[in-house]
């Protein structure tokens, strides 16, 4: 599985612009980048995904490099809601068998600061 | 919207017991997963079942067991506690087909702990 390489944990204040990076130079042409969120003794949940476009829904925008070795997820105004672990997550393109387990690594733990 | 229901929250086991979590989602998803999340960990896929009677290991089975009689619920069966087995557990389902995107969605967890 390719992996996936993220900061421990990052801090931001409250209102301000949050851009949590990711690195997967191994990543494969068909790999998507998945972003889930662990919200505090809560499961994951999804946050966005992309292939090679930079992305946006209603809870944060994804900018994929170039070269797609790595990605940032950006959330524009964090609040203190946005506080948990945030899991950069490798999913291939192609279909069948356990290639539709998800691979989570540690994370970025994003405390937000009042 | 239920989801992904998992019950019990909260467990508590001596050594050597037996217990099932449940697990039903009303999504009516193909696929569904257990994990296990020890602390300050990732999760690590426990089992998953691709549909009604099918089901396959993940990256650490041991010490569990599985079924999927039907589409909506994916119970987890553990057989003698050890307290390794002492993490959370969450139960997860996706609507998974080739070409369409895979999201997963996931219950709020089970906290179990072998004493």
């Known amino acids: 599985d390719a992996k996936t390489t993220q900061p421990n944990s990052m801090e931001s204040n409250e209102e301000e612009p949050v851009h949590l990076p990711c690195n997967h130079s191994?990543?494969?042409?068909?790999?998507?980048i998945h972003w889930y969120r662990q919200l505090p003794s809560q499961g994951p949940e999804y946050v966005i995904h992309?292939?090679?476009s930079n992305v946006n829904n209603r809870m944060a925008s994804l900018a994929i490099a170039e070269d797609r070795k790595s990605s940032t997820l950006i959330l524009h105004r964090a609040t203190l809601r946005d506080a948990a672990v945030y899991y950069c997550?490798?999913?291939?393109?192609?279909?069948?068998?356990?290639?539709?387990?998800?691979?989570f690594g540690k994370g970025t733990l994003l405390t937000v600061n009042p | 919207n239920a989801g992904v229901t998992q019950t019990p929250k909260f467990r508590i086991l001596k050594i050597g017991q037996s217990m099932t979590l449940q697990c039903t989602q009303d999504?009516?998803?193909?696929?569904m997963y257990w994990y296990r999340q020890d602390p300050g960990m990732g999760l690590k896929l426990i089992y998953y079942?691709?549909?009604?009677?099918?089901?396959d290991k993940g990256e650490v089975p041991n010490g569990y067991n599985v079924s999927r009689s039907t589409t909506e619920d994916f119970p987890l069966r553990l057989e003698l506690a050890a307290p390794s087995q002492t993490s959370v557990y969450f139960c997860?389902?996706?609507?998974?087909?080739?070409?369409?995107?895979?999201?997963?969605?996931f219950g709020a967890g089970t906290r179990l702990s072998v004493l």
């Open positions: 997860a389902s996706s609507y998974s087909h080739p070409g369409l995107l895979n999201i997963q969605y």
């Open positions: 191994t990543i494969s042409g068909t790999d998507y």
């Open positions: 992309g292939l090679t």
């Open positions: 997550i490798l999913f291939p393109a192609n279909s069948g068998g356990s290639n539709y387990k998800l691979t």
């Open positions: 999504m009516n998803h193909n696929y």
């Open positions: 079942s691709v549909g009604a009677g099918i089901t």
